[in-house]
């Protein structure tokens, strides 16, 4: 168990609001991750952390945000949600610093549903 | 090109059989590699880091070829239980980890 809770578990919402999903964990590891997860697409990175208020873009960026304003919280935004970010959200943490071979820990996830 | 890519599958097995997933990487400079597997509406776990010697963990058995840029994962002796999506992932500039999109693997009795 690597100490890591995303909430909700499971949100519907409507086109257009804003969500956050939140990712907690509890050993203070410096990397933290948001993936999606689509069939036919995998996971996909969406940003991630090293550090308070560090953070940088992944690969499906666009109509997300993220703030890391303590170690242990990693919140991702969707301003004003779309049909097409209904997915399932993963938040992971690299329990390592060192950067080779250091593998990923996963939540729960998150079942995002849009309207 | 994809940076990771995987035969989707499915690899449909009678328990005791032998199979093998291979997972083909774009970046040359890719450092580190991994197998995870993941259940149905589960999220995904590591099921072993690979190693550039090649390793093993009872049944599985992971393996890295530089030249030819894959990765590939060999289940011994299939059990039901294995039944999973086995997901590779790969390193891209050290600090990203990009995921193929997964082999699906069904072990019938």
């Known amino acids: 168990d690597a100490g890591i809770t995303q909430s909700p578990r499971h949100k519907v919402t409507e086109t257009g609001t804003p969500v956050t999903l939140r990712c907690h964990q509890t050993e203070n590891h410096r990397y933290m991750y948001w993936y999606r997860q689509d069939p036919g697409h995998g996971l996909r990175l969406i940003h991630y952390?090293?550090?308070?208020?560090?953070?940088d873009k992944g690969e499906v960026s666009d109509g997300y945000s993220v703030s890391r304003s303590k170690t242990e919280d990693f919140l991702l935004t969707l301003e004003s949600a779309t049909s097409s970010q209904t997915s399932v959200y993963f938040c992971?943490?690299?329990?390592?610093?060192?950067?080779?071979?250091?593998?990923?820990?996963f939540g729960n996830g998150t079942r995002l549903t849009v309207t | 090109r994809k940076e990771v890519e995987q035969d989707p599958g499915p690899f449909n097995v009678p328990e005791g059989a032998t199979v093998a997933f291979n997972c083909t990487y774009s970046?040359?400079?890719?450092?580190?590699f991994f197998w995870y597997r993941q259940d149905c509406r589960k999220e995904p776990k590591l099921l072993m880091s690979?190693?550039?010697s090649g390793n093993e963990d009872g049944r599985f058995t992971a393996q890295l070829n530089r030249a030819s840029q894959y990765i590939s994962l060999l289940i011994r002796d299939s059990k039901l239980s294995d039944s999973a999506t086995y997901l590779c992932a790969v390193t891209l500039n050290t600090d990203k980890l990009i995921f193929g999109t997964g082999t699906r693997l069904q072990v019938f009795p």
């Open positions: 690979v190693y550039s």
């Open positions: 992971a943490i690299r329990i390592s610093d060192s950067l080779y071979n250091s593998p990923l820990h």
């Open positions: 970046n040359s400079a890719s450092q580190s």
């Open positions: 952390s090293y550090g308070v208020k560090d953070t």
